[in-house]
T-cell receptor
Framework: GQNIDQPTEMTATEGAIVQINCTYQ??????LFWYQQHAGEAPTFLSY??LDGLEEKGRFSSFLSRSKGYSYLLLKELQMKDSASYLC??????????WGAGTKLIIKP | DGGITQSPKYLFRKEGQNVTLSCEQN?????MYWYRQDPGQGLRLIYY???????QKGDIAEGYSVSREKKESFPLTVTSAQKNPTAFYLC???????????FGQGTRLTVV
């Protein structure tokens, strides 16, 4: 079966750095997405990786290793507004998105 | 302003009643999707449509129906056959299969 694994919950301190990991086993791979979702709201797009390596976008970076079936989202200089769930999703060989359950990130002052 | 709109945000229905959730987009996207989100689970695909007048079942289509008569609109009907309809429903659209999806604000459906 297809599976996406992410930690259920993480806690970090304002101003610090946090890394949210995502491992996947899917039938084929056509890219990996990260989304941010505040409670009760719609997910919003953060990043898309299809090749190995690090993609940097402001305070957020996303890394992909296809051989290891692994990605991480790195958030720097954490702000209180970064408290949200972070969703990892993989596009499989049929171009269907397989979603992880999300990681709830709690930021403490 | 371009975007994707779901309505209503909250919806209450009695058990045994069908209910239709609205989804409209003005992004000129060909692909549209309906997801269901339950606590502790990833988004699960109900139906998707890549083009007008065509749609495909997702992983949990039983008890749901859709139509795609216009490019801009993809309404979802939750029928009385859906055993556990209380959930947060998200509509999304994308330009193509491997581009980012834009989501509506979601509809929280409660069946009592």
């Amino acid at each position: 079966g297809q599976n996406i694994d992410q930690p259920t919950e993480m806690t970090a301190t304002e101003g610090a750095i946090v890394q949210i990991n995502c491992t996947y086993q899917t039938s084929g791979f056509n890219g990996l997405f990260w989304y941010q979702q505040h409670a009760g709201e719609a997910p919003t797009f953060l990043s898309y990786n299809v090749l190995d390596g690090l993609e940097e976008k402001g305070r957020f970076s996303s890394f992909l290793s296809r051989s290891k079936g692994y990605s991480y989202l790195l958030l720097k200089e954490l702000q209180m507004k970064d408290s949200a769930s972070y969703l990892c999703a993989v596009l499989d060989s049929n171009y269907q998105l397989i979603w992880g359950a999300g990681t709830k990130l709690i930021i403490k002052p | 302003d371009g975007g994707i709109t779901q309505s209503p945000k909250y919806l209450f229905r009695k058990e045994g009643q069908n209910v239709t959730l609205s989804c409209e987009q003005n992004l000129n996207h060909d692909a549209m999707y309906w997801y269901r989100q339950d606590p502790g689970q990833g988004l699960r695909l109900i139906y998707y449509s890549q083009i007008v007048n065509d749609f495909q079942k997702g992983d949990i289509a039983e008890g749901y129906s859709v139509s795609r008569e216009k490019k801009e609109s993809f309404p979802l009907t939750v029928t009385s056959a859906q055993k556990n309809p209380t959930a947060f429903y998200l509509c999304a659209s994308s330009f193509s299969e491997n581009t980012e999806a834009f989501f509506g604000q979601g509809t929280r459906l409660t069946v009592v």
